[in-house]
C-alpha cells in the first residue's frame, strides 16, 4: 500500500535560517506531488506542485521553493526565513486526476 | 489563489442535525473532491465526483455538482459529534493542480 512520509512534525528556527522539508512516498511510482501551506483557521494556499522528476510549478514564488529530485521525494526550501513564513505546511500526492493523499504536515515557526 | 469558496465559513447544529456546506469554483473542472481536516492534522479524502456526473452519495454523506453554475455542496446527514472538523472541496484543472477552497468548520454539539 502507498504510504507518504513528512517530517519533521514541528521546526521552530530563526528569522534568516534555511528550510528544508522534506516529503517522500512509498508504493506508487510517478506520483503528483504538491506542497502547501496553511495559516491558522484558513484554507490551504498552493505553493509548489509537480508532475514529474524535475518538473516544479510554482504557484507562490517568494521566499520558497521546491525540487524533486527523485521520483518520490518532493523537497521545500528556504534560504532565508522571513516571520511571514510561520505556517503549517502539508505534502500530498496523487495519481493523475485522482485523490490527493496527505502527509500529517509540519507546523514551522518562525521566531 | 483559492479556486473555491465555502459557505458557510463555520456551521454550528446540534447532534442529529443534517449539515450542508456550499462550494463554488471559478474555472473548468475535471473532478471536484471534499475533504476533512481535524484540527492541526492532514487532511483526509471524503468523496470525488467528476464532471460528468450531478450527485454522489458514500454512506451518510451526499455530494452534488453543479457544473453550469460552477458549484458543489456537501451534505453529512445524521451528524455526530465526531463529524466535527474543517471540510474542504478541492477542484483538479488542467495540469493536475489540485487546489483547494476557504473550508467551512463544523461545530456538532453533542
Known amino acids: 500500500s502507498q504510504t507518504i512520509h513528512q517530517w519533521p512534525a514541528t521546526l521552530v528556527q530563526p528569522v534568516g535560517s534555511p528550510l528544508s522539508l522534506e516529503c517522500t512516498v512509498e508504493?506508487?511510482?510517478?506520483?503528483?506531488l504538491y506542497w502547501y501551506r496553511q495559516a491558522a483557521g484558513r484554507g490551504l494556499q498552493l505553493l509548489f506542485y509537480s508532475v514529474g522528476i524535475g518538473q516544479i510549478s510554482s504557484e507562490v514564488p517568494q521566499n520558497l521553493s521546491a525540487s524533486r529530485p527523485q521520483d518520490r521525494q518532493f523537497i521545500l526550501s528556504s534560504k532565508k526565513l522571513l516571520l511571514s513564513d510561520s505556517g503549517f505546511y502539508l505534502c500530498?500526492?496523487?495519481?493523475?486526476?485522482?485523490?490527493?493523499?496527505f502527509g500529517q504536515g509540519t507546523r514551522l515557526t518562525v521566531v | 489563489s483559492q479556486q473555491g469558496e465555502e459557505d458557510p465559513q463555520a456551521l454550528s447544529i446540534q447532534e442529529g442535525e443534517n449539515a450542508t456546506m456550499n462550494c463554488s469554483y471559478k474555472?473548468?473542472?475535471?473532478?471536484l473532491q471534499w475533504y476533512r481536516q481535524n484540527s492541526g492534522r492532514g487532511l483526509v479524502h471524503l468523496i470525488l465526483i467528476r464532471s460528468n456526473e450531478r450527485e454522489k452519495h458514500s454512506g451518510r454523506l451526499r455530494v452534488t455538482l453543479d457544473t453550469s453554475k460552477k458549484s458543489s455542496s456537501l451534505l453529512i446527514t445524521a451528524s455526530r459529534a465526531a463529524d466535527t472538523a474543517s471540510y474542504f472541496c478541492?477542484?483538479?484543472?488542467?495540469?493536475?493542480?489540485?487546489?483547494f477552497g476557504t473550508g467551512t468548520r463544523l461545530a456538532v454539539r453533542p
Open positions: 508504493g506508487t511510482s510517478n506520483p503528483n
Open positions: 474555472t473548468s473542472i475535471n473532478n
Open positions: 478541492a477542484t483538479i484543472s488542467s495540469g493536475d493542480k489540485l487546489t
Open positions: 500530498a500526492w496523487s495519481d493523475p486526476g485522482a485523490r490527493a493523499f
